[in-house]
């Protein structure tokens, strides 16, 4: 499986609600937010990695109302 294929599964996952343990989510945050910063990195998995964490991000928002 590759870095974006992962990345769609973690999207998924997140605007699901799969459940996933607190420590494994801060885990794919991390890894999401190295891809990003990673100069190695293609453009598309700098733009899904940041797909990922948008969507996060939104999850968080809509948990907080």
Do not use: F, H
């Not at 607190?22 to 598309?44: H, L, N």
Request: hydrophobic share 40%.
């Amino acid at each position: 499986m590759g870095v974006r294929s992962d990345l769609q599964l973690w999207k998924r996952a997140m605007q699901e609600r799969w459940p996933i343990k607190e420590q494994y989510r801060e885990a794919m945050i991390r890894r999401v937010m190295q891809i990003i910063a990673d100069p190695d990195s293609t453009k598309r998995e700098v733009a899904t990695a940041s797909r990922v964490l948008l969507a996060a991000e939104a999850q968080n928002q809509t948990d907080q109302r």
